[in-house]
């Protein structure tokens, strides 16, 4: 059975919920499947085009810039849950930069679509690591230029003495 927003609310109304722990309901829940799998393979083929990009400009950072495996495309089937196994955890971004410029440690980047937000493990994923004092730069990115730009922006800032 499919449940909706006024499903739940109707359930909490006529007190059959009472007792139970229910999360916040979030209309993102309820989105289509369809639309998020599109939504998936355009954050995709934007990645992978920046990538590209990425690998052809800045060949001998290629060692220290990479994905990580997190989005919910490999969530079915053993790969998905070996990956588990192993640590796969939902909040780290898309793609590490590990190259410290100024202040910087390095660099996470969000591939983002149109009016896509990050969830709710995304933002607690970076408000912890700033709270514990991991001071990177946290980009959304939401096209090839600006990925572009913002990277040349970045790689141009003061390298640190180490």
């Not at 998905?80 to 100024?102: A, E």
């Not at 980047?109 to 001071?135: A, P």
């Amino acid at each position: 059975m499919k449940w909706t927003i006024k499903d739940i609310e109707r359930l909490k109304r006529e007190g059959v919920l009472k007792g139970v722990k229910v999360p916040a309901v979030q209309p993102s829940m309820f989105h289509d499947k369809k639309a998020r799998k599109k939504k998936s393979i355009e954050e995709y083929r934007l990645q992978v085009a920046c990538v590209k990009h990425f690998d052809l400009v800045y060949p001998e950072l290629i060692p220290l810039a990479f994905h990580i495996p997190n989005q919910a495309v490999i969530d079915s089937g053993k790969i998905g849950q070996y990956l588990k196994n192993m640590g796969r955890r939902r909040g780290p971004w898309d793609f590490k930069l590990q190259v410290p410029r100024d202040e910087f440690w390095g660099l996470y980047i969000e591939f983002k679509v149109e009016d896509g937000t990050l969830s709710e493990e995304q933002k607690q994923f970076r408000n912890l690591s700033k709270e514990l004092g991991c001071n990177y730069k946290w980009i959304i990115i939401r096209d090839r230029m600006q990925f572009v730009l913002e990277i040349e922006a970045y790689l141009k800032t003061g390298r640190v003495n180490i």
